[in-house]
């Protein structure tokens, strides 16, 4: 087995392993085997792992950007790319990860980017990042947006540790593509909000606020149960 199946696989059978569910909306945008972009919102450490578990069967494990000037100095890129991650250094050269993403596209493989940059928990997301709509422009192939919900129960943001008591519900949430052929600024403007409204979607289909708008004794109302 590959380190990139073995990493992402793994991964998502863990989340198996602790009584997470993933629940898939819009799957059907994965099938086949064809290269694509999937730009999704960052809500946790982990959502790599609900969005590999979201692909369909007949399909490879995705290929993900992810920072590598965070981690440690023996963690380098080489061994980055041995388990599926295309390294991303966003302080210095953030740019130089592009040639190496189309060269995954151009292989067959789908790759998948957090135009945010960086973890952000709540259910708007920021503005994001040009770079996912110029890979699938450059590339040509479809750029796909998918929304993650729930996994921040987990593990996110300001959480000290990972909550592994299980039982926790995470929708993944994909959509028809997004046209990059126009102005770059515009396509990377209506992917956020395509993002953000299949995020509104899974909180109108599985919460309902308090009627005077309190908090919950879990938190706001949009944290996923």
Known sequence: MSGVRLLMDGAAG??????????????????????????ANHVSYVDFAAIQ?????????LWFLARWDLLPPAVGAPVMRRFGLVPVDERRRPGRSLPEALARLADGHAVAVHPEGRVRPGPEPAR?????????AAAGVPLIPCSV???????????????????????VRLGPPVDVSGPVASATRTLMARIG???HATLLATHRPPADGSPTTTGEWHVAA
């Open 197 to 199: 409204a299949l995020t």
């Open 53 to 61: 578990a979201a692909r369909p069967v007949e399909r490879p494990p």
């Open 14 to 39: 863990l989340l198996r392993l602790l009584g997470v569910r993933v629940i898939v909306h819009g799957r059907e945008w994965l099938a086949g085997g064809d290269p694509v972009v999937v730009a």
């Open 128 to 136: 994001g990042r040009s770079g996912a709509v110029r890979l699938a």
């Open 149 to 171: 919900w729930g996994t921040q129960r987990l593990l996110t943001r300001g959480r000290r540790a990972p909550d592994l008591r299980g039982g926790v519900d995470v929708h």
